[in-house]
């Protein structure tokens, strides 16, 4: 039975690209749990995505498997809100940050106090929040514009980089495997996180616990290179390879 169900809903999601936990749950007569073991057993064969409260289909050789940032922003706000209140005991005077197009970077940046500050980042959204603040010097990586990821690419980073030396990089992602590797679902996403975490003296990355034990297309590295998370994972959310790099929210 349940490697029948596993087949059909991988035949499912061929079709419809999205598969949601209660609607399968529905079709097949069986507990949500038991979709949420199917979908968790099918992502660690890497079929498939899996996401709160859903599925995604994953498309082979296609560098972009994400959801824009205005269907991201709606997806746990309020402890995102949180993380990145959290996140600015981390930032200090005359610090130089560099920030991510993350939509929990978009909170941390609409926390920051008006303070003497150089913020780096590829974030449009950020970019606005940011203007508003005449103590902080912003820095944007420019480029051309992903409208769906509201984020910049620009082949010249290394460049901009070079006479930039950043204290801090703060970065979110699409997921963090039980061996402890960090995904993301957009290569050119994925690069801008890989070089700034080269680049850049410490690192955090903010997570909320939908992220835990996912996978997704591209990989950005092995959580070794971050120096601290901030997540709202409880004690029984978390991987054993994360726990002692770990801040509750």
Same mark, same amino acid.
């Given at each position: 039975?349940?490697?029948?169900?596993?087949?059909?809903?991988? *035949?499912? /999601?061929?079709? +419809?690209?999205?598969?949601?936990? @209660? !609607?399968?749950?529905?079709?097949?007569?069986?507990?949500?749990? #038991?979709?949420?073991?199917?979908?968790?057993?099918?992502?660690?064969?890497?079929?498939?995505?899996?996401?709160?409260?859903?599925?995604?289909?994953?498309?082979?050789?296609?560098?972009?498997?994400?959801?824009?940032?205005?269907?991201?922003?709606?997806?746990?706000?309020?402890?995102? *809100?949180? /993380?990145?209140? +959290?996140?600015?005991?981390?930032? @200090? !005077?005359?610090?130089?940050?560099?920030?991510?197009?993350?939509? #929990?970077?978009?909170?941390?940046?609409?926390?920051?106090?008006?303070?003497?500050?150089?913020?780096?980042?590829?974030?449009?959204?950020?970019?606005?929040?940011?203007?508003?603040?005449?103590?902080?010097?912003?820095?944007?990586?420019?480029?051309?514009?992903?409208?769906?990821?509201?984020?910049?690419?620009?082949?010249?980073?290394?460049?901009?980089?070079?006479?930039?030396?950043?204290?801090?990089?703060?970065?979110?992602?699409?997921?963090?495997?039980?061996?402890?590797?960090?995904?993301?679902?957009?290569?050119?996403?994925?690069?801008?996180?890989?070089?700034?975490?080269?680049?850049?003296?410490?690192?955090?990355?903010?997570?909320?616990?939908?992220?835990?034990?996912?996978?997704?297309?591209?990989?950005?590295?092995?959580?070794?290179?971050?120096?601290?998370?901030?997540?709202?994972?409880?004690?029984?959310?978390?991987?054993?390879?994360?726990?002692?790099?770990?801040?509750?929210?």
């Amino acid at each position: 039975m349940k490697s029948t169900r596993q087949q059909d809903i991988l *035949a499912l /999601i061929s079709q +419809q690209e999205i598969l949601k936990v @209660d !609607e399968l749950a529905a079709w097949f007569q069986v507990s949500k749990e #038991t979709i949420r073991r199917d979908f968790n057993s099918l992502q660690d064969r890497g079929l498939l995505i899996r996401q709160h409260g859903r599925a995604k289909n994953i498309r082979r050789g296609v560098p972009d498997n994400g959801d824009s940032f205005n269907e991201r922003v709606k997806s746990h706000l309020y402890s995102k *809100a949180d /993380i990145a209140e +959290q996140a600015l005991t981390w930032i @200090d !005077e005359d610090m130089v940050i560099a920030l991510d197009a993350s939509t #929990t970077c978009w909170y941390l940046a609409k926390k920051l106090p008006d303070i003497p500050l150089t913020v780096f980042t590829n974030s449009v959204r950020v970019c606005h929040e940011l203007e508003k603040k005449s103590r902080i010097t912003l820095i944007s990586s420019g480029g051309t514009l992903q409208r769906k990821y509201a984020c910049y690419n620009n082949c010249s980073i290394f460049s901009l980089l070079k006479h930039l030396d950043i204290d801090l990089f703060i970065f979110s992602c699409e997921g963090i495997d039980s061996e402890g590797m960090m995904w993301d679902s957009n290569a050119i996403n994925a690069e801008y996180k890989t070089i700034l975490l080269h680049k850049a003296t410490q690192s955090l990355l903010l997570m909320d616990k939908s992220k835990l034990g996912r996978k997704s297309t591209v990989k950005i590295g092995p959580l070794t290179q971050v120096e601290r998370i901030i997540s709202d994972a409880g004690d029984s959310r978390i991987v054993p390879v994360l726990a002692h790099k770990l801040f509750q929210g």
